[in-house]
């Protein structure tokens, strides 16, 4: 098993699981102020998306798209799509990884200039970095008239029955996880 393919796959699918959940929020909803570190739902997604740009800037190597930035506001509409093609990205960039491509350094632009990091602490981090967020995300729902949705059914065989819609929608093949 390719484990950081393993974790880019998941994280495309829960991002495409709680999107679809907060593509039928109102624009109200999707603004509100929330108990948050980015405190709204819109706010947290956009900072998901801009991580995950940024990352994934860093692991090809591009010290320029480090520095892009999304804008403060970014309406639903356009953020989904956004964070589709981000998530295909990651997707990519994990099918190619080898032994050696996980060992080698990448760097990062920091506030105390460029910093070096290792490509699989780099993944392991964004991972991480995500799962976070989106938990966030999945909490302010809570608060809406949108059920959050279920985000933890993804490779336990006892769970398959649960996942077969969405192996069918992301086409994916359980046998390659």
């Given at each position: ?8 796959q ?58 892009q930035?999304?804008?403060?506001r ?5 953020l989904?799509?956004l ?7 990651l997707v ?24 070096l ?12 970095h ?20 279920q ?27």
């Amino acid at each position: 098993m390719n484990t950081f393919l393993a974790q880019a796959q998941n994280n495309q699918w829960a991002n495409r699981r709680l999107l679809y959940a907060c593509s039928r929020l109102s624009q109200a909803e999707y603004e509100a102020p929330r108990t948050g570190f980015f405190p709204s739902i819109e706010g947290t997604l956009r900072h998901i998306l801009d991580v995950d740009l940024y990352y994934l800037a860093a692991l090809e190597f591009d010290l320029e798209g480090q520095q892009q930035a999304l804008p403060e506001r970014l309406p639903f509409q356009r953020l989904a799509p956004l964070q589709r093609v981000v998530d295909a990205r990651l997707v990519t960039y994990c099918e190619g990884l080898d032994p050696q491509a996980l060992a080698r350094t990448a760097s990062l632009i920091r506030a105390q200039g460029i910093v070096l990091e290792r490509v699989d602490r780099l993944l392991l981090h964004l991972f991480q970095h995500q799962i976070h967020h989106r938990g966030q995300v999945h909490a302010m729902l809570s608060a809406t008239t949108v059920a959050p949705p279920q985000l933890d059914e993804f490779y336990l065989d006892g769970d398959r029955a649960l996942r077969r819609s969405d192996e069918i929608q992301f086409s994916w093949d359980d046998q390659l996880l």
